[in-house]
């Protein structure tokens, strides 16, 4: 099992311009979340889906769009990059805390290095 | 809205030293995960507490869940090189939110 990849690894952009960003996974998660990771801000939640065809906003969701229309994947887009969007992205997946007997923890992918110039 | 507060934001100590991060949030939680994130890395689950007082260990890591489920601890016994990174705790609320602690950053002295 591959678990949770992302695509590209690194991107720049210029200002104004706008780029997709995917995410797969392949453990049959029910959840995904988008996170962006800023030096001494932590994990702040952008978008997150509890099932195919549905999407929610986070903590920081203003300037993103998400999609989820395969139970697998999960897309980030920036329409009109910003200097503000540099940041290193994660995707991560997980099953509903509902569930019994199985643990719901986040399984992470390597993350997208995006630079807005 | 819901707050999850770690102490401290970075911590250096000696190989050999003890480390303890602190999380504690501003609403009763349903659980609480802890995970680890290299430097260049992306964040990997350690554990979950789930009940009032809980306490695990993992070899030299030992986790405990406040009584009143509101509050958090990773301590580190005789930290290791190995242990360098950053340490997270995410809380969960009884909406099923996930909040995530801005993390504490361990760096090891040789």
């Known amino acids: 099992n591959a678990g949770v990849t992302q695509t590209p690894k690194f991107r720049v952009l210029k200002t104004g311009q706008s780029m997709t960003l995917l995410c797969a996974q392949d453990m049959n998660h029910e959840y995904m979340y988008w996170y962006r990771q800023d030096p001494g801000m932590g994990l702040r939640l952008i978008h997150y889906s509890v099932g195919e065809g549905t999407t929610a906003k986070g903590e920081v969701p203003d300037g993103y769009n998400v999609s989820r229309l395969k139970k697998q994947n999960f897309l980030l887009g920036l329409e009109s990059a910003a200097p503000s969007q540099t940041s290193v992205y994660f995707c991560?997946?997980?099953?509903?805390?509902?569930?019994?007997?199985?643990?719901?923890?986040?399984?992470f992918g390597p993350g997208t290095r995006l630079t807005v110039l | 809205g819901q707050q999850v507060m770690q102490i401290p934001q970075y911590q250096h100590v000696q190989e050999g030293e003890d480390f303890t991060t602190y999380c504690n949030s501003s609403t009763t939680l349903s659980n609480i995960q802890w995970y680890k994130q290299r430097p260049g890395g992306h964040p990997v689950f350690l554990i979950q507490l789930v009940k009032s007082g809980e306490v695990k260990k993992q070899k030299r890591l030992t986790f405990q869940f406040g009584e009143a489920k509101k509050n958090s601890s990773l301590h580190i016994t005789a930290t290791q090189t190995t242990d360098v990174g950053t340490y997270f705790c995410a809380g969960r609320d009884r909406d099923d939110k996930i909040i995530f602690g801005k993390g504490t950053r361990l760096h090891i002295l040789p």
């Open positions: 991560a997946s997980s099953y509903p805390a509902y569930i019994a007997g199985v643990g719901n923890e986040q399984f």
